[in-house]
């Protein structure tokens, strides 16, 4: 939250204190959203910043090793311009590399929504040991995202129990509605 409120500080600073559209927007992100998980809520925070600075959906993640994170990221999509980074892909990259290896044997991961097959597959091939999400898939399409349908393809989650596991759905769905009362693009 420290880090989103300076973001919003910087922002008020760099338009001169204006009331224009951009830093009105970044003043109603602000809303203190509470998770229980201290890892969940880094990982909201995460995704606030991926709101206010309009990086892509509400998707933030963290990984942690021996109750430490190792890495952090949100979905960068509209940003980079990269259909591949989702909040959990640009965690995995952070921790590979503050780490120095490919491989996280050892860590966990925790995203605010359920992560796509994409990120889940992702998640295997890192060797992360278990996934704590927020938001469900259907969480997901109800804002938009169509992870339910290629989950459907890949053969649905029920071969992922225990591995999958849902925590702190109502402060990621909070987010969930602060990003859908925000401007921001669809894709």
């Known amino acids: 939250?420290?880090?989103?409120?300076?973001?919003?500080?910087l922002l008020l600073i760099l338009t001169g204190g204006c009331s224009c559209a951009i830093a009105e927007q970044a003043a109603a992100a602000v809303v203190p959203i509470r998770a229980e998980n201290a890892f969940m809520q880094?990982?909201?925070?995460?995704?606030?910043?991926?709101?206010?600075?309009g990086?892509?959906?509400?998707?933030?993640a963290v990984v942690v090793r021996d109750g430490e994170v190792v890495g952090r990221g949100h979905n960068r999509v509209l940003?980079?311009?990269d259909p591949t980074c989702h909040?959990?892909?640009a965690a995995i990259r952070d921790a590979c590399a503050f780490l120095g290896t490919h491989d996280l044997s050892g860590c966990v991961l925790y995203t605010t929504g359920e992560p796509c097959p994409m990120c889940l597959y992702a998640c295997m091939w890192a060797n992360i040991d278990r996934v704590y999400y927020g938001c469900t898939l259907a969480d997901n399409?109800?804002?938009?995202?169509?992870?339910?349908?290629?989950d459907a393809l890949a053969g649905g989650r029920e071969a992922f129990a225990g591995y999958l596991i849902c925590v702190d759905r109502d402060a990621c769905l909070e987010l969930f509605d602060l990003y859908m009362e925000t401007e921001h693009a669809t894709y």
């Not at 880094?42 to 600075?53: H, N, P, R, T």
């Not at 399409?141 to 290629?150: K, N, P, S, V």
């Open 1 to 9: 939250m420290k880090r989103f409120a300076f973001l919003f500080s």
């Open 55 to 60: 990086h892509g959906g509400p998707f933030g």
């Open 87 to 89: 909040g959990e892909i």
């Open 141 to 150: 399409a109800a804002i938009g995202f169509r992870d339910e349908r290629f």
């Open 42 to 53: 880094i990982a909201v925070d995460e995704a606030y910043e991926g709101i206010l600075l």
């Open 79 to 81: 940003a980079d311009h």
